[in-house]
Structures are given as structure tokens and as C-alpha cells.
């Protein structure tokens, strides 16, 4: 299982699953990261927090712990 938090600046991924629970995996889905939604890798900060990713046209900045939860190929 790869995550995004493992993905590495300048690489696309698609997400296969979101592992949250709840209101977390709500949120997430409401920044448009859904299954089967390419994510572009833009930048990721020195020590991993935060991850600066492309999603549906719009640029986000997630948390290492939400990138974690989002399971990629």
C-alpha cells in the first residue's frame, strides 16, 4: 500500500481508497479527493509537512497525517 505522503515531488498519482474515518474522510472529500482523481505532486516541504499537491485544477496543501490516509497507485 503507497500513500501520498510517500510520493515524491513532480510525480501524478490516482487515488485507489481513503482510509479516514468520519468527519476526516468527509473533509477530505470535499476538497474534491475522491477515488479514481488524478493528484499532482507540486511541492513537499523539508520535513514532509505540508505536501503542496495539484486536484481537479486547484492547488491544496494537505497535513502529513491527511496525506497518510490517502492510499494511491
Do not use: H, W
Not at 515531488?9 to 485507489?16: A, F, L, Q
Not at 516541504?45 to 491544496?60: F, I, N, Q, S
Request: charged share 30%; hydrophobic share 40%; aromatic share 2%.
Amino acid at each position: 500500500m503507497r500513500t501520498l505522503r510517500k510520493v515524491t515531488c513532480g510525480e501524478t498519482v490516482t487515488v485507489r481508497n481513503l482510509t479516514g474515518e468520519g468527519p476526516v474522510k468527509r473533509r477530505i472529500m470535499d476538497m474534491g479527493i475522491t477515488k479514481g482523481v488524478q493528484i499532482f505532486v507540486r511541492k513537499v516541504a523539508p520535513l514532509g509537512d505540508p505536501v503542496e499537491v495539484t486536484v481537479r485544477g486547484y492547488e491544496l496543501s494537505l497535513r502529513k497525517a491527511d496525506a497518510e490516509m490517502i492510499e494511491v497507485e
